[in-house]
């Protein structure tokens, strides 16, 4: 059972950093060239968050489409609705993948992005997702295998610890060793799967590692690692990174599949 984040002032402030990385540009960039939205298409947003991909599906759907997002955190909501208040085609409310709020049939794709990693019923949410979509229509899904996270530190014992800690915040940190076999079960074709892989050679002030390192630091001491370790792990870190020695690697992937005709 995991342990989910606490979403406080500084975990949103990160998230929009993070958001406005190139990194996380990128990654947008990359699931809408998957997506292949069409003007007029109708969009649900799985675990819409602050809205970010929301928005720019928007410009690809126009006027004629709609983009509806879905979170069951209030705050998410309030700061999606206030960041896409002049989009007369998106629409966010309260929901719950597990019991998706809409009619059979209603939309030509559905998109979410790092939020079945924290499901507990993956099986349950694809059904609903199968149930709401059109014949034909498509449904895309990224997470990070994080087994697959690779970061450089001379103290590895240490960094197994914090890792393996920080693991317990989702439901299954390797859900895509198995989220493909889970697709074709609820009954989606064509699977197909692209990599994301990001690299970083420093630790550089807003990009994915440095970020990520706050988050996994927050968290780990909320969880009972004592506040020397994790220093003593951030410092390790920034020393790799001012001598030239810092390495980090994550592994994420898309999966896009469609419901038959």
Known sequence: MSENLEF???????VEEFNASASAIERRRRISAALALQAGENVLDVGSGPGHQATEMA?????????????????AISISTQRCASLSNVHF?????????????????????????????????????????????RILIHDTEW????????NQNLTAKIMEVWDGHLADPHLPQTLGAKL????????????IVHVENELAPGGMSDILMKFVVGYAQ???????E???????????????????SSNEFIFTAKKPI
Do not use: C, K, N
Not at 8 to 14: A, G, I, M, Q
Not at 62 to 73: L, R, W
Not at 147 to 154: F, K, V, Y
Not at 230 to 245: I, K, P, R, Y
């Open 8 to 14: 406080d002032d500084e975990s949103s402030r990160l």
């Open 59 to 75: 410009t690809v759907i126009g006027a004629t489409g709609s983009v509806v997002g879905i979170d069951p955190a209030e705050s």
């Open 93 to 137: 409310q309260l929901g719950d993948v597990a019991e998706l709020p809409f009619e059979p049939r209603v939309f030509d794709a559905v998109m979410s992005s790092q939020v079945f990693e924290y499901l507990a019923d993956v099986p349950g949410a694809l059904r609903e997702i199968h149930r709401v979509l059109r014949p034909g229509a």
């Open 147 to 154: 087994g697959a996270l690779l970061w450089h530190t001379q």
């Open 184 to 195: 074709r079960d609820a009954g989606f074709v064509e699977i197909v799967v692209e990599p």
């Open 222 to 228: 909320s969880q009972g690692i004592p506040a020397a």
């Open 230 to 248: 994790t220093e003593a792990w951030v410092e390790d870190l920034e020393g790799l990174s001012a001598s030239g020695q810092y390495f980090f």
